[in-house]
């Protein structure tokens, strides 16, 4: 899929690893083929979770994955940076030790990561 971002290792906590990657998509399918390709990596098919979130075409859509709450977090912030018609998911790899709310925090700080490295552009 053209226009797949993917931001590997950014994160790092008592053995869960993050990753945050992301795309420009204007519908479901489109958003399905942007997880498709990323999952096509056996690093990130393997993961525990890559939740995801968009706003495709004014519909917001998101998908925790097992992460219960991060991918309505993850729209939260991509409402409040109005970026509409774009998939960002946060995957981690789970580290088997519990995060508590710091996994919020991991999932926070993807997110602008993405969206400071894609502002650049």
């Known amino acids: 899929m053209t226009g797949l971002r993917v931001y590997d290792r950014i994160i790092s906590d008592r053995g869960s690893k993050y990753a945050v990657s992301g795309g420009p998509a204007t519908n479901r399918a489109e958003a399905a083929a942007l997880l498709v390709a990323l999952k096509r990596t056996k690093r990130f098919a393997r993961a525990t979770h890559n939740s995801w979130a ?4 004014g519909e917001p859509f998101r998908d925790d994955d097992g992460e219960a709450g ?33 996994r919020f925090r991991h999932v926070a700080t993807a997110v602008r990561h993405y969206l400071h490295e894609t502002a650049r552009d």
């Not at 968009?54 to 075409?57: F, N």
């Not at 991918?71 to 508590?100: C, F, P, S």
């Open 70 to 102: 991060a991918g309505a977090l993850i729209l939260q912030m991509l409402e409040r940076a109005e970026l509409h018609d774009h998939v960002v998911v946060v995957t981690r790899w789970y580290g088997g030790k519990n995060l508590g709310g710091d």
């Open 54 to 57: 968009a706003v495709l075409s």
